[in-house]
Structures are given as structure tokens and as C-alpha cells.
């Protein structure tokens, strides 16, 4: 049987996390300057620009869901539908197919490019494998850290969320022990920045990545 060819520049790396634990900053670290961080947040809200969606939006949900500007308010929309599971459901329908195609698109850019490592920034990434099949193209899964009380707290800070806003959303998403438990190595979190960059420094050293 034949292989399939070698992939060009460094290993395909999956980031998992609670709500504020870090990833973002974990995933921009794993890439360092000369890899790729492919971030869902970032593809969903060029998603939510199109005029097409604002209309959707509008007809759905109200005006209300739409910012001073015109566009939609992503603070709004978060209100309206994470508080009712079918709506929720509509917008995601609406939003995840172009956001899966716009992040495989990448990834495959990156890849043809020799680019690496190449991290996985997205939300939900264990949860929503069936859809957009990113978990078997990961070389190794890194989980990071934080209390629950520390996360909840960074994002009323960061996010202007309310308090337990995290522990309710995480309500319906995997149990943080089985995403622990799915990854290769896990970050500690909870200290201070320094401690995240040698932690990811350590990692990148275990997989011959040094810099």
C-alpha cells in the first residue's frame, strides 16, 4: 500500500481549554513567529459581516441584534441565543459551514506553504469533530489549565459576561476532564505569564521544535 506524502513545515497542534483559560495566547505562543494560528473566533466573525447574515439576523432575532453601526453586535447576539437552545442552533446552521470552510481552507494553505507549527484555535474543538473533522488532522492536543473561579473572573473582566456565565455555558460542552484527558501535554495556567511561555517553550523542546 502506498503512503500518502510527508506534510510540509512543522506539526498540526489542537488547543483545548475552558472558557478564559488561556488558549488564545497558548496558541499564539505554540506558533511563534514562523507558524500559523488558525482561530475559529476570528473566521466567525468575518462570517457574521455579510450582508446576507445581517438580514437573517435582523429577520430572526430583531433589530436589536444589531450594533449602532449597522452590524451585528456580537454581545447582543450572544444574549439573544445562548439563552434559548434553538435559536442558538439556527445561528450556528447559519454561521459554522462557513466557518469550517474558511478554517480548512487555511489549514490547507498553511500546509501547501510549508508553514508549522500550524495551531488549532477553536472553541469546541472536541465537540464538534463530527462536523468538521479537525481533531484527526492534529499531530498532539494541548490542554490549558486555569480555575474555574480565575476564568470566571477574566471574562466578567475581559468579556463583560456575568458572573457564572462560564460555568453555564460549559454546562453543555465536554467536562473539562475528558479534554485534559485527550491531550498530550497539559499547560499550567494559573501563575504568571512567564510560566505559560516556559511551559510552551518545553513542549516545543519535547517535539524537537526548540527556538
Not at 481549554?17 to 473566521?43: C, E, N, P, Y
Not at 446576507?52 to 449602532?68: S, T
Not at 468579556?159 to 491531550?183: D, F, H, I, M, N
Not at 498530550?184 to 521544535?209: F, K, M
Amino acid at each position: 500500500m502506498n503512503s500518502l506524502p510527508p506534510r510540509r513545515g512543522g506539526p498540526t497542534i489542537g488547543v483545548l481549554g475552558g472558557i478564559a483559560s488561556g488558549k488564545s495566547l497558548a496558541a499564539r505562543l505554540l506558533a511563534g513567529s514562523d507558524g500559523v494560528v488558525i482561530d475559529a473566533d476570528r473566521h466567525a466573525r468575518a462570517a457574521l459581516q455579510s450582508p446576507e447574515l445581517g438580514a437573517r439576523l435582523v429577520e430572526a432575532f430583531g433589530a436589536g441584534v444589531l450594533g449602532p453601526d449597522g452590524a451585528p453586535d456580537r454581545a447582543a447576539i450572544a444574549e439573544r441565543v445562548f439563552r434559548d437552545p434553538e435559536a442558538k442552533r439556527r445561528l450556528e446552521s447559519w454561521i459554522h459551514p462557513s466557518v469550517r470552510a474558511r478554517m480548512r481552507a487555511e489549514l490547507d494553505d498553511a500546509r501547501a506553504a510549508g508553514r508549522g507549527p500550524i495551531v488549532l484555535d477553536v472553541p469546541l474543538l472536541l465537540e464538534n469533530d463530527a462536523h468538521h473533522g479537525l481533531v484527526q488532522e492534529c499531530d498532539f492536543l494541548v490542554y490549558v489549565d486555569s480555575e474555574p473561579d480565575v476564568r470566571d473572573a477574566r471574562a466578567v473582566a475581559n468579556r463583560g459576561w456575568e458572573p457564572g456565565e462560564v460555568a453555564r455555558r460549559e454546562s453543555t460542552q465536554l467536562p473539562q476532564s475528558a479534554k485534559r484527558a485527550r491531550a498530550r501535554y497539559v499547560i499550567d495556567n494559573r501563575g504568571e505569564p512567564s510560566e505559560l511561555e516556559s511551559a510552551v517553550r518545553e513542549i516545543l523542546a519535547a517535539e524537537g521544535l526548540r527556538r
